[in-house]
């Protein structure tokens, strides 16, 4: 197929979409099935020939290529060659040795270590109680709400007896357990 061919068969597809886009009547499954189901055939070697001329104009040769990586090489050899002169530059700058003036806090004595010591061991322990009476707290919590609960369940049954001996008076005598409790 000549790609002149494509591009005409492609107009008339699009052609007929925008004529049934167009009428007022949606278009049937039958219509689109046709315009889908057109059969396209596609000579590659024929439709490369065609476009490669207006492919190739836009694309570097490798000359031009070879150009740009030396000069892009070029530029990054002289970065990198200013960015150590600016390291090495900075580093004899620092000095090798400081003189300190004053008290030094850290490790530096047994006395310093022992100090921050007892700080971590207190914050430690304390951290430690905090957590424990929380945890006190917490239980005692859950305690309290199981015995909300288990009262919830006594007074509802109790209440259902009640009402069983009210409704039932002959059965009164069942229940004399319940009556001597309350």
């Known amino acids: 197929m000549n790609p002149q061919d494509l591009f005409d068969d492609i107009k008339a597809i699009k052609a007929q979409l925008e004529a049934l886009s167009q009428r007022p009547a949606p278009a049937t499954a039958k219509q689109l099935e046709q315009i889908n189901n057109r059969v396209i055939t596609l000579?590659?070697?024929?439709f490369a020939e065609h476009v490669l001329p207006d492919l190739k104009e836009g694309l570097p040769n490798t000359i031009a290529i070879e150009k740009a990586a030396d000069e892009a090489a070029n530029r990054i050899t002289q970065t990198a060659d200013k960015?150590?002169?600016?390291?090495?530059?900075?580093?004899e700058r620092i000095p090798r040795q400081v003189?300190?003036?004053?008290?030094?806090?850290?490790?530096?004595?047994?006395?310093?270590?022992?100090?921050?010591?007892?700080?971590?061991v207190t914050v430690v322990f304390g951290a430690w109680l905090i957590c424990n009476h929380y945890k006190e707290q917490a239980q005692e919590s859950v305690i309290y709400q199981q015995a909300q609960e288990v009262i919830l369940e006594r007074n509802y049954y109790y209440n259902q007896i009640q009402n069983?001996?009210?409704?039932?008076?002959?059965?009164?005598?069942?229940?004399?357990?319940?009556?001597?409790?309350?």
């Open 43 to 46: 000579d590659a070697r024929g």
């Open 83 to 91: 960015a150590a002169k600016s390291i090495g530059q900075a580093a």
């Open 99 to 120: 003189r300190v003036t004053g008290d030094i806090y850290g490790f530096t004595t047994f006395y310093a270590a022992l100090a921050y010591g007892m700080v971590l």
């Open 164 to 182: 069983y001996k009210r409704n039932n008076p002959t059965y009164t005598k069942l229940f004399p357990v319940y009556d001597k409790r309350f």
